[in-house]
């Protein structure tokens, strides 16, 4: 089974959580569901090293004090996500940085939840649960 690595980042807006996503590029991806920023995991690499990385290759913002919020298996490809969530940089400003991705944005968590691919729609459940534990 692959192995990826990924970054959930969050900010408090007015309107509450948003999550940071990216939206796969290239014409045929025109539909395709949107992401957190995640990729391979290069051999001999740790999986929170290989979500910073990934954050940072795709959106240009890099990610501290991250946690573990466990992985999803992507149902059509068995691809396995291993996430870990934490909050973004108050500067944050993500922009495509990579030529994987055509947008990388902040979005309400609501929003999130209707356009990322479904299969890693529990991670957001996984953040709002952890926060809410937090407080």
Not at 61 to 81: D, F, M, N, W, Y
Not at 121 to 135: F, S
Request: charged share 25%; aromatic share 4%; with cysteine.
């Amino acid at each position: 089974m692959k192995q990826s690595a990924g970054a959930l980042l969050y900010r408090d807006s007015p309107d509450g959580i948003e999550v940071l996503i990216v939206h796969p590029s290239g014409n045929y991806n025109r539909r395709a569901p949107w992401s957190i920023p995640k990729g391979l995991v290069d051999p001999g690499e740790d999986l929170e090293t290989a979500a910073r990385r990934e954050a940072l290759e795709e959106t240009g913002v890099a990610a501290a004090g991250l946690q573990p919020l466990g992985h999803v298996i992507l149902t059509k490809s068995r691809k396995q996500i291993h996430c870990f969530a934490g909050r973004a940089p108050a500067d944050a400003a993500p922009r495509c940085a990579s030529w994987e991705v055509d947008r990388a944005e902040f979005v309400p968590i609501t929003t999130a939840r209707q356009l990322l691919h479904p299969d890693q729609a529990p991670l957001l459940d996984r953040l709002l649960e952890r926060m809410m534990n937090a407080e």
